[in-house]
């Protein structure tokens, strides 16, 4: 009996370590910083030791062909590297920068298998509230710190625009709008919460002075409710009611934008980091190209580079220098899908996109899964991440492949069910 005991309760004590160990990935997936040259969370460390935990368990399940699709890349990216790009320019990349681009694309791969396993071990959900709640918790730490003044370094970039606990306030607005899909998705939290988050989210992003989050809260919003009005059943009376709003709102735009750029101008005044997005409601045009954006210069050379290998891409720990050699910008694309088309090749990148956007109409159209609402969530974060990725590089984010992989083992959960009439294998 005592023997059984023991067993149990060191059972119970593993169980509540592995939570802790979920809990603790889960909210540093907020946070990142750069050690060495390289973008390094603490959610890396506890992301290995539950792999360790799921191979020891016998529970690790590797999606084929993921990783064979991963190692096609691996040795078109590397031969690129390696043979073409010191025949075709002249240039030997430096062989530590290719070791260190690798070692990022090797993670973006760990983390895709890493959410496919726990969202086939039922874990994935869990994260997300813990990383959605910690994503409030971290935004409204920043509106009381702007609100009281205090501007310090570990939160605050140049000591003026919010940042949280990433390296970039850019990244940092992009993961503050995805910490309010779960929140607004679950059924069961009530809508004075939701209200609160989705509050919490906009003044956040605009503490941040991120234009690009701006854009990001804006069109995710947009999309929301555009899926309200088009999905959910309604009333004759209410559809009548909507319908009559959309046209009000339609017509007393020019005054609301009007009401935005006044408000806006003002807020220039009291918090500095507004000054950054006025440009979005009096030029939008120069909003890309001035205040440091300079979006339009990175896009171009982008462009350009793929211009000079369409098929196998320039591969990886060549991109910056090749940039700053031949059109003297030493900036990334600000763009996820032009630095996948430019390192990797467009056949290959093409071949992504389409596969992803494959997913996202497939996880919007199979309502019969009881898994439906959670698909619902990991598809809202990817879109979010998609919006997103048009202005800054999230082709190495963490909870981009995470969430990408939870998706992916949903729906492939979802396929076995159907099959075994029923029942989750």
């Not at 160990?21 to 910083?33: E, G, R, T």
């Not at 073409?84 to 298998?113: C, G, H, R, W």
């Not at 009333?235 to 009007?258: C, D, E, H, N, R």
Request: proline fraction near 3%; charged fraction near 10%.
């Amino acid at each position: 009996m005592n023997y059984s005991l023991e067993v149990i309760d060191s059972h119970k004590n593993s169980n509540i370590l592995f939570t802790m160990a979920l809990f603790s990935m889960a909210i540093l997936l907020h946070q990142s910083q750069v050690i060495f040259g390289v973008n390094i969370s603490f959610a890396d460390l506890f992301c290995v030791l539950i792999f360790i935990v799921f191979i020891l368990n016998k529970q690790l399940l590797i999606p084929v062909t993921p990783v064979i699709y991963f190692l096609v890349v691996s040795i078109v990216v590397l031969l690129t590297s390696i043979f073409y790009i010191p025949s075709q320019f002249m240039y030997t990349p430096n062989p530590m920068e290719i070791v260190s681009d690798y070692a990022k694309l090797a993670a973006i791969l760990v983390y895709f298998i890493f959410g496919y396993n726990l969202s086939r071990n039922d874990h994935m959900v869990d994260i997300l509230k813990w990383y959605s709640f910690f994503g409030m918790l971290i935004g409204g730490i920043g509106l009381v710190f702007t609100v009281l003044n205090i501007h310090t370094d570990i939160l605050f970039y140049g000591g003026v625009r919010y940042k949280g606990l990433m390296i970039d306030p850019n990244y940092f607005s992009i993961l503050q709008v995805t910490s309010l899909v779960y929140i607004t998705r679950v059924k069961s939290i009530k809508m004075k919460y939701k209200y609160a988050a989705v509050l919490i989210t906009a003044l956040a992003v605009l503490i941040s002075g991120s234009k690009t989050g701006i854009l990001t809260f804006s069109s995710y919003v947009m999309l929301r409710v555009i899926e309200y009005l088009l999905t959910y059943k309604k009333k004759a009376f209410s559809v009548v009611v909507q319908l009559f709003t959309i046209g009000l709102i339609i017509l007393a735009i020019p005054i609301v934008f009007s009401f935005l750029q006044n408000l806006v101008s003002f807020l220039s005044t009291t918090v500095p980091s507004f000054a950054r997005i006025e440009p979005l409601f009096t030029d939008f045009n120069g909003a890309l190209s001035e205040n440091g954006s300079g979006r339009n210069i990175t896009w171009k050379v982008a462009l350009q580079i793929i211009q000079l290998s369409p098929v196998i891409g320039v591969g990886i720990g060549t991109y910056t220098t090749i940039a700053v050699e031949m059109f003297h910008q030493s900036d990334i694309s600000h763009n996820t899908f032009l630095q996948l088309s430019a390192e990797w090749g467009i056949p290959l990148a093409f071949t992504f996109f389409a596969y992803v956007f494959f997913i996202i109409g497939k996880a919007s159209t199979v309502s019969d899964s009881p898994d439906f609402e959670n698909n619902l969530i990991f598809r809202d974060i990817i879109i979010i991440l998609l919006i997103g990725s048009m202005a800054i590089s999230l082709n190495n984010a963490r909870i981009l492949w995470l969430v990408f992989g939870a998706l992916v083992s949903s729906l492939d959960r979802n396929q076995i069910c159907k099959k075994t009439g029923g029942k989750y294998v």
